[in-house]
C-alpha cells in the first residue's frame, strides 16, 4: 500500500513553476531521501504533503486522502523543519507537554531522554535559540511524535556533525523499534546514505530518478584516460557529464548497463574505471551545464 | 500500522482551545495590568466641574469605571484582529489541525476572553467604589448606585460580555477579510465613514439596533445571532483557498 500517490503534480506560483508535471510513489515504512539543488522544488512538494499547500494541477493522496486542509492526514503527518513556530510563553518542556497530546503515538521518555541528552535548557524560550539547537530541538519532536507519516525539511540545517550523526542514529534507531514513513530532505546525500532506503532525485520541479540506493550506487561509473582513446571508446553512448581534468586527460561518468559488455576494451584502451559516490552522481544528473563549475572559469 | 483512525473535530478543536489558552495567557495579564492602570485613572474623577458665586462655591467631581470597558472593548478588538493574522496562524502548524479547527479553537478563545474581560472591568467598578468608600469623605459622595445591587453588577457584566462578543466577532471578519485582500484595509474604513454619512438614518438605527434593547434577552438575541453569522462568514472566508505560507 502507499503512503503518498503523487500524480501529475504541478505547483505554480505565477509564472514560475515549481514542481512540473511530478508522479511518484512512496510506500509505506520506507525511509525515502528527497535530494535536489537549491530550488529544485523540495520544500515545496514536502509542505504540500504535509497539507500546507494545494496542487495547482494534478492529483496528490496521502494515506488515500487529499492532504490539503485535511484534518485525519494532519493527525498521523508531522511535518519538521526550521521555521517552527511555537507561542513566545512556552519554554522548551512546556512545548514538549503541550504539543504531545494531539499526537496519539506521543512517547514522551523519548522525547525527554532526547532532550537531556542534548543537554537542553529546560527555561529555554524557543525563539532564543540558535540555528543548530533550534533544528535539534524540533528534531526531537519529529522522532517522539512517532507520526505514521513523519517530514523532515533539511532536519540538520546549522547542526555541528557531531550532532548529525546522533540524530540521524536516534531516527534509524527509533525508526527500527517503530517503522513508520520518513521522507528527509536534503542537499547533501552523502551524510543521509546510509540510513536511506530509497531516494528521489528531483530537479527543476521535475522527477529525475526514483530508486533504492542500492540501485543508484550501481547506476554509473567514472572513466578516466586519454582524451583520445576515451572519446572513440564512448562515441555514441549518453554521456551523465564530462569534464577535462587536466590537459588531454578526460573524465566521464557513463551509464554502467551501456558500457556492459565492452568492459574489457576499457583496460585494453589504457583507461581506468573508477567507483562513483551516489552523492557526486546526483550532483552530475542535476547539473545545469555539462562542464559544471570549471567552464566558468575557462570561458572568462 | 495503517489504521485509519479517525480523529474527531471537536475533541482536536478543544485541544486546540486549551493550547491557544495556555499560549496567549500573557494576554489576559496584559488587560489586567491596563484596567489597573485605567483605574489609577479613574480615581483621578473622569470630569470635573466647579462653580462660584463669591459666597458660595460648589465643585464637582464624577467618578466612573466606564473608561476601563471601553479599553477593554479596544482590547478584544485587537485580540480577534491579531489571532487572523499570519503570524499567530504560524503557530498551528506543529499541530494536528486543519482551518476548520483553528478557527474553533479561536473562536472559543475568544468567547473567554469575552468573559474574562466583562467580567473583570466591570469589577474594577466595584474596586473603584470600594477604594473611594474608604478613602473620600463618605459625607460628600452623591450617588443613588453607589450601593451597587448584586443584580445590577450581574446585568452589568452580561451585557459588557455581549458588546464584547459582538466586537471581536467584529474584529475577527476585519482580519480575514484584509487576509482576502488588503484592499479591505481601506475599504472597510471607507464603507463604514460612507454609510454613516450617506445613510445617516440607516446607520442610527443600525447602532440604536444594539445600544437602546432595554431587554436583556433580545439583546442577548441580537448579539449572538449577528456573531454567529460574523464568524459564520470568516470561517467560510478561511476554508476557502491556501493561505501563503
Known amino acids: 500500500m502507499n503512503v503518498i500517490?503523487?500524480?501529475?503534480?504541478?505547483?505554480?506560483?505565477?509564472?514560475?513553476?515549481?514542481?512540473?508535471?511530478?508522479?511518484?510513489?512512496?510506500?509505506?515504512?520506507k525511509i525515502t531521501g528527497l535530494i535536489g539543488r537549491n530550488g529544485a522544488g523540495k520544500t515545496t512538494l514536502l509542505k504540500m504533503i504535509a497539507g500546507y499547500i494545494k496542487p495547482t494541477q494534478g492529483e496528490l493522496q496521502v494515506f488515500t486522502r487529499k492532504p490539503f486542509n485535511n484534518l485525519d492526514v494532519s493527525a498521523k503527518t508531522i511535518f519538521i523543519d526550521d521555521n517552527m513556530t511555537f507561542p513566545d510563553s512556552f519554554r522548551l518542556t512546556d512545548i514538549l507537554s503541550e504539543v504531545a497530546p494531539f499526537y496519539a503515538a506521543w512517547n514522551s521518555s523519548l522525547a525527554d531522554a532526547l532532550f537531556?541528552?542534548?543537554?537542553?535548557?529546560?527555561?529555554?524560550?524557543?525563539s532564543n535559540m540558535s540555528k543548530g539547537s533550534k533544528s535539534t530541538f524540533n528534531s526531537i519532536i519529529g522522532i517522539a511524535t512517532r507520526c505514521p507519516l513523519t517530514i523532515f525539511d533539511e532536519p540538520t540545517t546549522g547542526m555541528d556533525s557531531a550532532v548529525r550523526k546522533d540524530f540521524y542514529k536516534a531516527l534509524l534507531k527509533d525508526y527500527l523499534e517503530h517503522p513508520r514513513t520518513i521522507l528527509l530532505s536534503s542537499h547533501l546525500l552523502?551524510?543521509?546514505?546510509?540510513?536511506?532506503e530509497d531516494i528521489l532525485l528531483i530537479d527543476n520541479g521535475s522527477k529525475c530518478l526514483h530508486l533504492p540506493i542500492?540501485?543508484?550506487?550501481?547506476?554509473?561509473?567514472?572513466?578516466?584516460?586519454?582524451?583520445?582513446?576515451?572519446?572513440?571508446?564512448v562515441e555514441g553512448?549518453?554521456?551523465?557529464?564530462?569534464?577535462?581534468?587536466?590537459?588531454?586527460?578526460?573524465?566521464?561518468?557513463?551509464?554502467?548497463?551501456?558500457?556492459e559488455q565492452e568492459f574489457k576494451h576499457v583496460r585494453q584502451n589504457g583507461l581506468e574505471v573508477l567507483p562513483i559516490s551516489p552523492d557526486d552522481l546526483c550532483v552530475y544528473l542535476t547539473g545545469k551545464t555539462g562542464g559544471g563549475i570549471d567552464d566558468v572559469f575557462k570561458r572568462s | 500500522m495503517m489504521s485509519l483512525k479517525e480523529v474527531d473535530l471537536?475533541?482536536?478543536?478543544?485541544?486546540?482551545?486549551?493550547?491557544?489558552?495556555k499560549a496567549y495567557s500573557t494576554l489576559f495579564y496584559g488587560l489586567l495590568l491596563a484596567q489597573i492602570i485605567t483605574l489609577f485613572f479613574s480615581l483621578n474623577g473622569i470630569s470635573h466641574m466647579s462653580s462660584s458665586n463669591g459666597e458660595l462655591s460648589v465643585s464637582v467631581n464624577s467618578y466612573s469605571a466606564s473608561l476601563v470597558i471601553v479599553f477593554s472593548f479596544f482590547w478584544i478588538l485587537f485580540a480577534a484582529i491579531q489571532l487572523t493574522t499570519k503570524q499567530y496562524k504560524k503557530i498551528e502548524n506543529p499541530l494536528v489541525t486543519n482551518r476548520i479547527s483553528g478557527n474553533l479553537s479561536n473562536i472559543g478563545f475568544l468567547m473567554t476572553a469575552c468573559v474574562f474581560g466583562g467580567i473583570t472591568s466591570s469589577l474594577v467598578g466595584v474596586l473603584l467604589r470600594i477604594i473611594m468608600y474608604f478613602t473620600f469623605d463618605r459625607s460628600?459622595?452623591?450617588?443613588?448606585?453607589?450601593?451597587?445591587?448584586?443584580?445590577?453588577?450581574?446585568?452589568?457584566?452580561s451585557v459588557a460580555i455581549l458588546y464584547m462578543v459582538l466586537i471581536s466577532g467584529m474584529g475577527y471578519l476585519t482580519g480575514m477579510l484584509t487576509k482576502v485582500s488588503m484592499a479591505f484595509v481601506i475599504i472597510i474604513p471607507a464603507v463604514i465613514?460612507?454609510?454613516?454619512?450617506?445613510?445617516?438614518?440607516?446607520?442610527?438605527?443600525?447602532?440604536?439596533?444594539?445600544?437602546?434593547?432595554?431587554?436583556?434577552?433580545?439583546?442577548a438575541l441580537k448579539v449572538i445571532i449577528t456573531s454567529i453569522l460574523m464568524f459564520g462568514v470568516s470561517i467560510l472566508l478561511s476554508n476557502r483557498g491556501e493561505v501563503s505560507q
Do not use: W
Open chain 1, 5 to 29: 500517490q503523487c500524480h501529475d503534480v504541478t505547483k505554480s506560483y505565477g509564472q514560475n513553476r515549481a514542481l512540473d508535471h511530478l508522479s511518484f510513489e512512496i510506500g509505506e515504512n
Open chain 1, 116 to 126: 537531556n541528552y542534548f543537554s537542553f535548557d529546560p527555561n529555554q524560550a524557543h
Open chain 1, 190 to 196: 552523502s551524510e543521509l546514505e546510509e540510513i536511506l
Open chain 1, 214 to 233: 542500492m540501485e543508484l550506487r550501481e547506476l554509473a561509473v567514472g572513466i578516466r584516460g586519454n582524451e583520445q582513446a576515451l572519446l572513440t571508446f
Open chain 1, 237 to 259: 553512448k549518453e554521456l551523465i557529464y564530462k569534464e577535462e581534468f587536466a590537459k588531454g586527460s578526460l573524465y566521464v561518468v557513463i551509464k554502467k548497463e551501456s558500457i
Open chain 2, 10 to 21: 471537536l475533541s482536536i478543536s478543544i485541544k486546540q482551545y486549551v493550547y491557544k489558552l
Open chain 2, 140 to 157: 460628600q459622595i452623591i450617588s443613588d448606585e453607589f450601593i451597587l445591587a448584586f443584580s445590577d453588577l450581574l446585568l452589568g457584566i
Open chain 2, 193 to 219: 465613514i460612507g454609510i454613516s454619512k450617506a445613510y445617516a438614518d440607516i446607520f442610527q438605527s443600525l447602532i440604536k439596533f444594539f445600544t437602546l434593547e432595554s431587554s436583556l434577552p433580545l439583546f
